[in-house]
């Protein structure tokens, strides 16, 4: 895995789909520009999982992750979780994501949802996986499924986080690393929240190509770059750091989390 140059410490994105970009290359060509050395590609269903593969495969910089989105949680193969399994044991460079629950979108069977999670997490714990969490309006469950799991043998983080301070102290006692895809417009006690994440558990997300406001189709590599660039200005500006510390920091948060993965 390629790290950050002598000049400048390079950024980090803990939380992009480049398998569903309209031209996931040049998204990486401007990203180089800025520069941007490691993305964490979530893939989000049993159908991308070999396109996420297969982009790792061709850029040392991309670091894949393969899971079930709880969007999709009732939409897969039965097998899918047999699959998982098999691409985990044939892979040793594969985390598990995206994964977690989501109690607000409409539509969803929540016990399914719940159902999926926790077999997910399963996968990553026995095959000492780190694994990505999405987790909307969901904590109390969530919460129990974390406790039910044995954490010491894998990491974790949070994406896109926007819980309360006090579920922030409980993840943090899990060791869990949070990260945010976007800090505009908080409100005095969110912003307390960013402040409040440990350094070391501290990342940063864009989400490509799902950024805030826009439609996915329409984002194009100059929205990208822009919109990382801001994040990490605005993050350093709120937890009151140099942006060059703070690039520092989220990349050596980076290399932990990601540690079983990238270094065996």
């Not at 987790?135 to 309360?164: E, K, P, Q, Y």
């Not at 994040?231 to 350093?236: D, I």
Request: glycine fraction near 4%.
């Amino acid at each position: 895995m390629a790290g950050p140059s002598q000049e400048t410490v390079s950024l980090q994105d803990a939380h992009i789909h480049l398998q569903d970009s309209r031209d996931a290359q040049a998204v990486l060509s401007a990203a180089r520009l800025i520069p941007v050395s490691r993305f964490f590609c979530n893939a989000t269903r049993c159908e991308d999982w070999q396109n996420v593969i297969a982009l790792a495969a061709a850029d040392e910089h991309i670091v894949p992750f393969i899971g079930v989105h709880p969007w999709m949680s009732a939409l897969q193969p039965a097998d899918w979780d047999k699959r998982l399994e098999d691409l985990c044991a044939a892979s040793s460079e594969c985390g598990i994501g995206e994964i977690g629950l989501d109690a607000v979108r409409k539509g969803l069977d929540f016990s399914r949802q719940v159902e999926v999670c926790n077999r997910q997490i399963g996968v990553a714990v026995r095959h000492r996986r780190p694994f990505v969490l999405h987790c909307v309006a969901a904590w109390r469950t969530m919460l129990d499924i974390l406790r039910d799991n044995d954490l010491t043998r894998t990491s974790f983080m949070v994406h896109a986080f926007s819980g309360s301070p006090e579920t922030l102290k409980e993840l943090a006692g899990m060791g869990a690393y949070i990260s945010f895809r976007t800090l505009e417009n908080l409100s005095p006690e969110k912003e307390s929240v960013v402040r409040q994440v440990p350094d070391d558990r501290f990342l940063l997300e864009s989400d490509f190509p799902y950024l805030a406001g826009k439609r996915a189709q329409d984002v194009t590599a100059q929205d990208y770059s822009s919109h990382l660039e801001q994040l990490y200005a605005r993050a350093a500006q709120i937890r009151a750091v140099s942006v060059e510390g703070l690039r520092e920091k989220v990349w050596q948060n980076g290399t932990v989390f990601t540690h079983a993965i990238t270094h065996r």
